[in-house]
């Protein structure tokens, strides 16, 4: 089992910045990618960026390519999502994920999820 545990959200203006955090624990060895997930209210889980193992590859959802960063520390299993020129569209709750796939981008092939944490952008 793996758990996972969001940090770092709250509330922003439009043009701010933020940075999401996610420790992860438990047996984490067979974890090759973390992925972050959001969901708007009356809307369906969307993928926002994914990163490998080593840090070596990454993929984002194409509306935050260029103001979002997803980086991984190994050393304290924990995974950043750093979100800038934050905008009301960013408004969602942020999931982090765990799966044993490559930089996947469905909801349905991640196995770990965490709690969530809300980032609401005002304008």
């Known amino acids: 089992q793996v758990a996972l545990v969001e940090s770092g959200g709250g509330l922003v203006q439009a043009g701010g910045s933020l940075r999401l955090s996610c420790a992860a624990s438990g047996r984490t060895g067979n974890i090759y990618t973390m992925g972050w997930f959001r969901q708007a209210p009356g809307k369906e889980r969307e993928f926002v960026a994914a990163i490998t193992r080593s840090g070596g590859a990454t993929r984002y959802e194409d509306s935050v390519k260029g103001r979002f960063t997803i980086s991984r520390d190994n050393a304290e299993n924990t995974v950043y999502l750093e979100m800038n020129s934050l905008k009301d569209e960013d408004t969602a709750v942020y999931y982090c994920?765990?799966?044993?796939?490559?930089?996947?981008?469905?909801?349905?092939?991640?196995?770990?999820w965490g709690q969530g944490t809300q980032v609401t952008v005002s304008s």
């Open positions: 994920a765990a799966t044993r796939g490559i930089l996947i981008t469905m909801s349905t092939q991640y196995t770990y």
